[in-house]
């Protein structure tokens, strides 16, 4: 496997006014971890999702929609509990506003022993993020159980920290960040979104040197249209954002970046290139609606990159 993405996928209900408003919403599919696998499959990279879905519709319609769009599902597995779910809504700048209905969710229930019979070892590259850490402590030992599976095979572990509020607490997340860390190749924070609860700072280059500190053998600052600070023990390199031809929703584009970053990764590229090439996925996602609505391919990428030369 090129890419093993490890998370709970959601029903998404998206409304486009703000949700103290909405009385009508569209049916989609998003969450962190199936949006940076939709992203990864769609530029290319074999990619398989590891999840427990509910044993519901909802569930069932889940995996077919990752099977649609080119994600390995075959560890995307029945269990006990329902199918997580958010509504979502929105206003004319793009900015989203989630209400999460994932409580005892089957992910939630996810622990080591789920990921035991996944071959990891084979994976490339493996994402894994803070909002599945946080869903409980059996997912916080999954994560852990992946990264030190993968690191130890000799592939490559991504962790985006993407601290939520409504899930943990800053400590709570500083705590699993600090004793995941040394198990990383790549940590993705954003700043000051991330950067500001979890290392206390909203400058991205303390925030970068507090990531290698933490023991992360490199990390990638990511600040919206600043474009990424990168560093590594080698030092500095801003990597400038791709501009968005226009903003629909920011609803995703993180995990966009995420995904076609470890997609580019496990295809050799280095990393300033897979970065930039994950900056104009998460421009492309920009455009469309909801963490799914529009997910760039690798031709256009590519476009993108061949029209946004380096300044």
Do not use: K
């Not at 909405?22 to 999840?51: E, Y």
């Amino acid at each position: 496997m090129d890419v093993v993405v490890i998370g709970e996928p959601l029903v998404e209900f998206s409304a486009s006014v703000p949700l103290t408003e909405a009385d009508t919403f569209h049916l989609s599919f998003s969450g962190d971890a199936l949006n940076a696998a939709v992203a990864a499959a769609a530029a290319g990279a074999h990619t398989a999702l590891v999840t427990l879905v509910g044993d519901d519709e909802f569930g069932e319609r889940l995996i077919a929609f990752a099977r649609g769009h080119g994600v390995d599902t075959t560890w995307m597995t029945r269990g006990p509990g329902s199918t997580g779910a958010y509504a979502v809504g929105a206003d004319p700048s793009g900015e989203r506003a989630f209400a999460y209905l994932r409580a005892g969710s089957a992910a939630s229930r996810m622990g080591p022993a789920d990921l035991a019979r996944v071959p990891l070892a084979q994976a490339s590259v493996l994402v894994a993020g803070g909002i599945t850490a946080a869903l409980s402590p059996s997912c916080a030992q999954a994560v852990r159980y992946a990264a030190e599976t993968v690191g130890g095979a000799g592939g490559t572990v991504v962790y985006d920290p993407n601290f939520r509020s409504r899930l943990t607490t800053p400590p709570a997340a500083t705590r699993f960040l600090t004793d995941l860390a040394p198990h990383v190749d790549l940590l993705t924070p954003s700043c000051p979104g991330d950067s500001l609860p979890l290392l206390a700072t909203a400058d991205p280059r303390e925030a970068a040197l507090a990531c290698l500190r933490l023991g992360a053998r490199a990390a990638a600052v990511t600040r919206g249209p600043d474009g990424v600070l990168l560093a590594s023990p080698d030092g500095f390199e801003h990597v400038p954002a791709v501009p968005a031809t226009h903003i629909v929703d920011q609803t995703g584009a993180g995990d966009a970046f995420t995904g076609v970053l470890a997609a580019r990764l496990a295809g050799g590229d280095r990393l300033p290139d897979a970065v930039r090439a994950g900056t104009a996925a998460a421009a492309i996602s920009l455009t469309g609606r909801g963490g799914t609505g529009t997910v760039a391919t690798a031709e256009q990428i590519d476009r993108l990159l061949a029209a946004s030369p380096r300044p």
